[in-house]
C-alpha cells in the first residue's frame, strides 16, 4: 500500500464509489471530494456522504454551482428533458463542457492544501460517451497542466480509463463492495437509486454491464 493520501473526485455514482474503494485498497488515507454543481438530484450528496462513512474516509462538500450558469444542460435545468438517446454527431444534452476540467482542476488545488497529491477519478475512455474530457489524452494534459500550474507532481490515477462496464463491475466485487455499489450508489439520469429507472442511458449501461459480469462469473 502507498504510504500516501489519495484524494477522490467523487459523486456516489457506481464508477466514483468502485473508485473509492480501488483508493482505500492502494492507500493509507483517503478523502473522497464532491461537488455541487447544480445537480437536479441534490439527493445524490446524500448517498456520497453516507457512502463515505461506510468507507471511513474523509468527505468533504464543495458548492461549484456556478457552473450550471454557464452552459445549458439537463443534468442541472430542469426544463430540459434529458436525453435517452444520443443525438447523431453531437453531443447529449447532459453534457456540461469542461466538467472533469474544473472538478479536477479545484481538486487539485484542495488536495495540495491537504498535502495530497494523488488524484483518483472514475472517467473512462471505454464506455465513452461523447465527453472529450473523460479521455486518457485529457487527463495526461491536464496532469501536465496542474503540475505546472502549481509546480508539484500530483498523480492523477483513472483505473478504470480503459475497463467497460462489465470490468468494472468485476472490480468491485473483486473489493469486496458489489453489493455496496449495486444498492447504493445513484447513476440513473432519473435520479433512483440502485438499479434506477432501468431506461435511461446511464441505467442501461450500468445493467448490460452487470448481467455480462455476472453471466462471465457463474459461468467459470
Ligand atoms: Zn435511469
Redesign the pocket.
Known amino acids: 500500500m502507498n504510504p500516501d493520501k489519495a484524494l477522490v473526485v467523487f459523486s456516489g455514482g457506481q464508477d466514483s464509489t468502485t473508485c473509492l474503494f480501488w483508493a482505500k485498497k492502494h492507500f493509507k488515507e483517503v478523502y473522497a471530494l464532491t461537488f455541487l454543481y447544480g445537480q437536479k438530484h441534490v439527493k445524490e450528496v446524500d448517498l456520497a456522504r453516507e457512502i463515505a462513512r461506510k468507507a471511513d474516509v474523509h468527505f468533504e462538500v464543495m458548492d461549484v454551482s456556478f457552473i450550471a450558469g454557464l452552459c445549458k444542460n439537463s443534468l442541472t435545468d430542469t426544463s430540459i428533458r434529458m436525453d435517452e438517446v444520443k443525438p447523431e454527431g453531437s453531443f447529449p444534452n447532459t453534457f456540461v463542457p469542461g466538467r472533469n476540467m474544473f472538478f479536477l482542476s479545484i481538486a487539485a488545488v484542495y488536495a495540495r492544501e491537504h498535502g495530497i497529491f494523488h488524484l483518483v477519478t472514475g472517467v473512462s475512455q471505454t464506455d465513452f460517451s461523447g465527453y472529450p474530457d473523460c479521455r486518457d489524452s485529457f487527463i495526461k494534459s491536464l496532469n501536465v497542466t496542474l503540475n505546472l500550474a502549481m509546480d508539484e507532481q500530483f498523480d492523477i490515477h483513472t483505473p478504470l480509463m480503459w475497463i467497460d462496464k462489465a470490468q468494472t463491475w468485476a472490480l468491485a466485487d473483486e473489493l469486496g463492495v458489489l453489493d455496496l455499489v449495486r444498492n447504493e450508489t445513484l ?4 435520479g ?1 437509486p440502485g438499479d ?9 449501461l450500468r445493467r448490460t454491464g452487470l448481467e455480462k459480469y455476472l453471466s462471465m462469473k457463474n459461468n467459470k
Open positions: 447513476t440513473c439520469y432519473n433512483i434506477g429507472c432501468g431506461h435511461c442511458p446511464a441505467c442501461t
